[in-house]
């Protein structure tokens, strides 16, 4: 009877042992396998530390497409002839955060690429307001603003874009001399009015952002209807497609 138990309590001791070692060995194993990947992944180029040589190539090719980019948003903020020769500042303002947040990305980002800069839709609808703003500006200091419309030949084709008066010649030449107080004040009240709003939509567009992305709330976007989504990006088509012209 004695000899009996002593044999089961080996058994149940060689069999946990038995389990033991199995599930040791499933570890290691699995342990290699990992090890194995992580070595395969890198012998593909993927796990090399970065080097100024590709950092140097990144920035410059981040570079040239950035600036081509924002020149083209910048000409596209003061799109109207009557505000021509703020174009430079508009390009300087959408330069400004491409640098920053370009630098900012490459130095704290975790992604492999990333691209940080303004984007066109933003430019759009600001190139919108920028226009409402110079009509207002313009009817307080009573001056005649110019009003772009369609132009169509006697075929009905479109030729483009007119004006009532001369773009060109508003507080400019005769115009100026004329009016040199109310152009001066609108200029500056145009600018100064400019600069906040393009300020402030952006940070209050970054906080939108960071709030999605913080609560994850980005998901509730796929419950919008696809028709609204169409018609957001029919609009800004269209918007690219008048100051083409």
Same mark, same amino acid.
């Given at each position: 009877?004695?000899? *009996?138990?002593?044999?089961?309590?080996?058994? +149940?001791? +060689?069999?946990?042992? #038995?389990?033991? =070692?199995?599930?040791?060995?499933?570890?290691?194993?699995? %342990?290699?396998?990992?090890?194995?990947?992580?070595?395969?992944?890198? #012998?593909?180029? *993927?796990?090399?530390?970065?080097?100024?040589?590709?950092?140097? /190539?990144? $920035?410059?090719?981040?570079?040239?497409?950035?600036?081509?980019?924002?020149?083209?948003? @910048?000409?596209?903020?003061?799109?109207?002839?009557?505000? !021509?020769?703020? %174009? $430079? =500042?508009?390009?300087?303002?959408?330069?400004?955060?491409?640098?920053?947040?370009?630098?900012?990305?490459?130095?704290?980002?975790?992604?492999?690429?990333?691209?940080?800069?303004?984007?066109?839709?933003? /430019?759009?609808?600001?190139?919108?307001?920028?226009?409402?703003? /110079?009509?207002?500006?313009?009817? %307080?200091?009573? =001056?005649?603003?110019?009003?772009? !419309?369609?132009?169509?030949?006697?075929?009905? *084709?479109?030729?483009?874009?007119? #004006?009532?008066?001369?773009?060109?010649?508003?507080? &400019?030449?005769?115009?100026?001399?004329?009016?040199?107080?109310?152009?001066?004040?609108? *200029?500056? #009240?145009?600018?100064?009015?400019?600069?906040?709003?393009?300020?402030?939509?952006?940070?209050?567009?970054?906080? &939108?952002?960071?709030?999605?992305?913080?609560? @994850?709330?980005? %998901?509730? =976007?796929?419950?919008?209807?696809?028709?609204?989504?169409?018609?957001?990006?029919?609009?800004?088509?269209?918007?690219?497609?008048?100051? $083409?012209?």
């Amino acid at each position: 009877m004695v000899n *009996h138990v002593a044999d089961k309590e080996q058994k +149940d001791l +060689d069999d946990k042992t #038995s389990l033991k =070692l199995q599930q040791l060995s499933a570890s290691t194993l699995a %342990r290699q396998v990992s090890a194995d990947s992580t070595a395969a992944h890198g #012998s593909h180029g *993927h796990g090399r530390a970065p080097n100024w040589l590709t950092a140097i /190539a990144s $920035a410059v090719i981040n570079y040239l497409l950035m600036f081509g980019l924002c020149c083209a948003y @910048g000409m596209i903020l003061f799109s109207e002839d009557t505000n !021509r020769q703020h %174009r $430079a =500042l508009g390009v300087k303002m959408f330069l400004f955060p491409a640098a920053f947040f370009g630098v900012l990305l490459g130095w704290r980002s975790g992604i492999p690429v990333a691209i940080g800069g303004p984007d066109l839709t933003p /430019a759009v609808f600001l190139a919108g307001i920028v226009t409402t703003f /110079a009509k207002e500006i313009s009817a %307080r200091q009573n =001056l005649d603003y110019p009003l772009r !419309r369609l132009s169509f030949d006697s075929d009905r *084709h479109l030729k483009g874009l007119t #004006s009532e008066a001369a773009a060109e010649n508003f507080c &400019v030449g005769e115009h100026f001399l004329s009016n040199s107080d109310a152009c001066e004040a609108y *200029h500056d #009240s145009l600018l100064a009015t400019t600069i906040f709003t393009v300020a402030l939509t952006t940070a209050c567009l970054g906080l &939108v952002f960071f709030v999605l992305g913080k609560f @994850g709330l980005a %998901r509730y =976007l796929s419950f919008m209807p696809t028709s609204v989504i169409e018609a957001f990006l029919a609009c800004v088509g269209y918007k690219v497609f008048k100051y $083409a012209l």
